[in-house]
């Protein structure tokens, strides 16, 4: 059977002819020797390892790097149709800070009914420490990357909001950058909107969120768990194309009120902090007190306003996916109006009438953990074998607040590379928003995730999933 | 700069001076093995013992055979000065300093690092042996030419390179005086083939063997060579040079920070010192002693940079 059948193909589109937006990439297509592209695809992999643009993966061996399969067919968006998902996310993301201020601040949202209170009072990601702060320019997410998929022509649906320190841009930005060498050719054929300007924007961006007490130019500094990180690549990347120092844990100390940072010549001042250590670790005195990833007392620092935390510790309340759930409501109430991106049925296991539905059911359901993240420790229901699906139907059972399940959405497809030619592959998608006083930015297009067994659903880089170049063209 | 990125562009570039050096020291080992028939074990020894590892050696083999001390040099990751551990800290300080190194630069130190897991991914036949050493040497160049040919000429590159005279010097006062007594006129049977082999691996262990008959140094003598490799301002690979290089770099960071530092001072009094020696003055001290103290202020110089510069919290 083929699966693939039921899905919406971006190239392809229902009646099986090419849709517009591929039209000119598919004749050329056509004319290029299988050959030369399967040696352009070993070029590409070739200058991936060497660049270092590597992974680790969590529980192997430290030394242990790996590549993420990047296949060089594009993923095309006409400039329309990104211009109405770029609004979404925008009206999203605002949505999302404004929840943000509200809930660390008088909670109307949950004063006014709309979200029961437990959603807040039992979330490890509230944090009690951040009630009542205001963060320098009000922005408490900075960089946003939102997960959206696409059912069919018009239909994209967010996946999830990913509001604390959201990864991947590097590859968006090192796929472009690849595809222009290996293909000069098709840029100067197609007008594909640029992504190259993400890295000035971010420093901008950032820049524009320093403190109202730093003078001069803000000095911006990314903070990696170091080197084994699994996403230290990317840490070292945007430190390095911003401009920015690229600092540890150990090379930060409060001195005088403020975050300084150990150099060859003494201690120097930092004003904004993009951190890429999650909020447990920030901060020793104040959250884990094992922590040696972060930097004692910078809590404090933070309170005082002497430094600008990115993203704003306890942001994580906004990207559970049980508060998903309540994106509709949320994004009507903070912002007056529809939400224009749909979300995605989802049934809170927390309720008994919606667990009962979820194990009655549980074969046609993807579930996933509240908490959970990057695919771990979700079920997909239609792939998923008798004995897995009974497993897990125990420990949902066992826990059901910690569960949430949605259909199986049948994920569009878009071709990759193969032997035989080109094959259909399911793809997600994450754009990347970057917030400031001064506005939104959302980068045209972001990182298309593709699944690269064929019919899986999975497209985590940890589990299988590879990346293509995401186009969204000037028309 | 961070003090970290002061420290690990010295460490990455004292581990790739390291892994050039114990190549080097490979190949003089094997050369005179396969010379001399007799005595390859405590050939083999001092090899082991000129890479500081002669200790973490017998802990875990019987005697000195060639084929366990090349292994233990060239692949042993519990050896943590073998070629491949070593290779593998360089390349994993390069990712930490990656901010402050041009792609070439970086590019260069990854390929070494991929390039030498395939080769030493399994132990090394004898018949193979010179061509990974060869290798060795090669990606140290070109890591080498990336540095010389990319980077700007600032505090960066004055750390890289303090490493790479740091370890310079101390590899080649190791080479000196784990061999000192074959240098000591007293006990030179002179122009025996003995000592001329003797002298060959020591000046082959610094690539300076050729360089040394350019020379016109006729007469090889323990104290021509000894002169050659402690003294003379123009092998790279000499006490002296190294010790001026670290010092210039030092002046460097001084003129551009404003700032000096005990480093500087310890270092231009080294110089001074060893600038007015002569090999006689050195003989008469003993050549042993003043080697081990050699040794010694080199160390506390790097040290006092390590301090000065903050490389640690």
């Known amino acids: ?452 067994k064929e019919g899986s659903l999975v497209v985590n880089s940890s589990q299988g999933g590879g990346t293509k170049d995401t186009w969204v063209l000037e028309d | 700069m961070l003090g970290k990125t002061a420290g690990g562009l010295y460490w990455m570039f004292r581990n790739l001076e390291r892994a050039e050096n114990t190549a080097r020291l490979i190949e003089a080992g094997f050369r005179i093995a396969l010379t001399r028939s007799q005595d390859k074990a405590s050939e083999w020894k001092s090899v082991a013992t000129t890479a500081g590892a002669a200790g973490a050696f017998s802990q875990k083999y019987e005697g000195f055979d060639s084929a366990d001390v090349i292994d233990f040099l060239l692949r042993d990751t519990d050896n943590p000065s073998s070629v491949m551990s070593v290779i593998k800290s360089a390349r994993d300080n390069a990712r930490l300093v990656r901010t402050a190194l041009t792609t070439e630069v970086w590019t260069a130190v990854n390929d070494n690092w991929m390039t030498m897991k395939d080769l030493l991914a399994e132990p090394v036949v004898e018949t193979e042996l010179p061509k990974v050493l060869d290798t060795i040497r090669q990606q140290s160049a070109l890591v080498r030419g990336a540095l010389h040919g990319t980077m700007l000429r600032n505090d960066i590159y004055d750390f890289a390179r303090l490493g790479t005279f740091i370890e310079r010097a101390d590899n080649t006062a190791r080479i000196i005086d784990v061999k000192y007594y074959t240098l000591l006129p007293s006990t030179s049977f002179v122009g025996s083939s003995l000592d001329n082999v003797q002298w060959e691996t020591i000046l082959r262990s610094v690539s300076a063997h050729r360089a040394f008959r350019w020379l016109d140094e006729e007469d090889m003598t323990a104290s021509s060579v000894a002169q050659f490799l402690i003294l003379d301002r123009r092998l790279p690979r000499s006490l002296l040079f190294s010790l001026q290089q670290t010092c210039s770099n030092l002046e460097r960071l001084c003129d551009a920070y404003g700032e000096r530092h005990t480093s500087q001072d310890h270092a231009s009094q080294m110089v001074d010192g060893l600038t007015k020696r002569d090999i006689a003055s050195i003989f008469d001290e003993g050549l042993h002693e003043f080697i081990t103290g050699f040794i010694r202020d080199n160390n506390a110089l790097g040290q006092m940079i390590e301090q000065d510069y903050k490389f640690y919290g």
């Open chain 1, 1 to 452: 059977m083929d699966d693939t059948e039921k899905h919406f193909d971006e190239m392809r589109g229902p009646a099986d002819q090419v849709r517009p937006p591929y039209a000119t990439y598919r004749t050329w297509f056509d004319q290029q020797d299988p050959e030369r592209l399967r040696s352009k695809h070993e070029e590409a992999e070739a200058f991936f390892r060497r660049t270092g643009i590597t992974f680790n993966v969590y529980g192997e061996d430290a030394a242990q790097e790996r590549l993420i399969p990047f296949d060089l067919v594009p993923r095309i968006i006409s400039g329309r149709q990104w211009q109405k998902l770029s609004k979404g996310i925008e009206q999203r993301v605002t949505a999302i800070n404004a929840f943000l201020h509200d809930i660390y601040h008088r909670q109307e949202i949950l004063r006014s009914g709309r979200m029961p209170r437990e959603l807040i009072a039992q979330n490890d990601a509230f944090l009690p420490q951040m009630i009542g702060m205001a963060p320098p320019g009000n922005v408490y997410t900075h960089i946003v990357g939102t997960d959206i998929v696409r059912i069919g022509e018009d239909d994209f649906y967010v996946l999830e909001d990913n509001a604390r320190t959201p990864s991947g841009v590097s590859y968006m930005l090192e796929n472009r950058e690849t595809m222009l060498q290996m293909f000069p050719e098709l840029f100067a054929r197609i007008k594909v909107q640029p992504v190259s300007d993400y890295p000035k924007n971010l420093r901008a961006s950032l820049a524009a969120c320093a403190p109202a007490s730093c003078q001069g130019k803000p000095r911006v500094a990314v903070l990696t768990p170091g080197i084994y990180n699994s996403a230290y690549f990317e840490h070292s990347f945007l430190a390095d194309q911003m401009g920015a120092q690229l600092v540890e844990g150990h090379d930060l100390r409060v001195v005088d009120g403020h975050i300084k940072m150990r150099t060859t010549r003494g201690y120097e001042q930092i004003d904004v902090l993009y951190r890429r250590v999650d909020d447990e670790y920030l901060d020793p005195l104040t959250f884990n007190p094992e922590s040696t990833l972060g930097v004692p007392g910078i809590m404090d620092v933070y309170r005082a306003g002497n430094i600008t935390i990115a993203n704003a510790p306890g942001t994580g309340v906004a990207d559970d996916k049980a508060i998903y759930s309540y994106m509709p409501e949320l994004v009507e109430f903070y912002t007056g109006e529809k939400a224009i991106l749909k979300n995605v049925d989802t049934w809170r296991c927390s309720e008994p009438d919606s667990l009962s539905y979820v194990l009655d059911n549980l074969a046609d359901l993807v579930v996933k953990e509240v908490h959970g993240s990057g695919g771990y420790g979700m079920l997909v229901g239609p792939a998923a074998s008798k004995q897995e699906l009974e497993d897990f139907a125990a420990k949902l059972r066992a826990r059901p607040s910690n569960y949430i399940a949605q259909p199986t959405l049948s994920l569009s497809t878009v071709p990759i590379f193969v032997e035989q030619g080109l094959a259909p592959r399911h793809v997600d998608l994450r754009p990347f928003a970057l917030v400031s006083p001064k506005g939104i930015n959302i980068t045209p297009g972001g990182l298309t995730r593709v699944a690269l």
